[in-house]
Structure formats: structure tokens, C-alpha cells
């Protein structure tokens, strides 16, 4: 599967953002889809993910409450709505998809074989 990450940008501290991820092929029931972010000199992070079956829905201590993931299983596309930014969330969002079991959500990136190219999202005033 290839995947297409776009919707990064620049947004104002308490703003939000929405990225999506594009797949070349159906989603849902097929692959678990993650979002991770990396900023400069530090590792990737898990950030959000969603299960083949849609019902195990992680995501990282820093963004719950703030930030959600959804699968569009019409348009093989995952989002995620980001809100009540901050300038830690600053960093390159990456796509990840990958055959885990049906109730899976990884959180570690080894975990994951495919990935989108990466979208930067500042946020800063």
C-alpha cells in the first residue's frame, strides 16, 4: 500500500489542524494505520492509531483528549483532528500502515512496514 500524508501547516498556539493520510488501497478490515511525529533530535513517536476492525483506538499520554484519529473507509483515508495545539505538538507527522491483528494498534514504529512521506506541522504564534 502506498500512503499520501498532507494537511500540515502552520498554526497559532490553542489552534488546530487536520491531516489526512491517503491509501492506495482499501483500509479498513485490511490494515492498522498509525500517526507518528518526529521532531528535530528526537526519536519518532506514536502520536495516535487505529485497529483493522476500528475498535482499539491508542493514542500518546500527551495528545489524548486533544487530538482524534477516524478512518474513512469510503475514501481509504485516515485523519487526524488536531486541537488546542501546542508548540511541543511541533514535529513531522508520518502515516503508518501495517497487517496487525485484527484488534491490534501498534504503538512501537517497527511494528509498521509502510509509511506516507511526512507533513510538518508548526505551531507556533
Known amino acids: 500500500v502506498q500512503l499520501q500524508a498532507y494537511g500540515g501547516g502552520l498554526a497559532q498556539p490553542g489552534g488546530f489542524l487536520r491531516l489526512s493520510c491517503a491509501a492506495s488501497?482499501?483500509?479498513?478490515?485490511?490494515?492498522?494505520m498509525a500517526w507518528f511525529r518526529q521532531s528535530p533530535g528526537t526519536e519518532r513517536e506514536f502520536v495516535a492509531g487505529?485497529?483493522?476492525?476500528?475498535?482499539?483506538?491508542p493514542y500518546a499520554h500527551s495528545v489524548k483528549g486533544r487530538f482524534t484519529i477516524s478512518r474513512d473507509g469510503a475514501e481509504n483515508t485516515v485523519h487526524l483532528q488536531m486541537t488546542s495545539l501546542k508548540p511541543d505538538d511541533t514535529a513531522v507527522y508520518y502515516c503508518?500502515?501495517?497487517?496487525?491483528?485484527?484488534?491490534?494498534?501498534?504503538?512501537?514504529?517497527?511494528?509498521?512496514?509502510?509509511w506516507g512521506q511526512g507533513t510538518q506541522v508548526t505551531v507556533s504564534s
Open positions: 488501497e482499501r483500509i479498513s478490515d485490511t490494515y492498522a
Open positions: 487505529i485497529s483493522r476492525s476500528g475498535r482499539n483506538i
Open positions: 503508518a500502515a501495517d497487517w496487525a491483528r485484527y484488534e491490534a494498534a501498534p504503538r512501537t514504529q517497527t511494528e509498521y512496514k509502510y
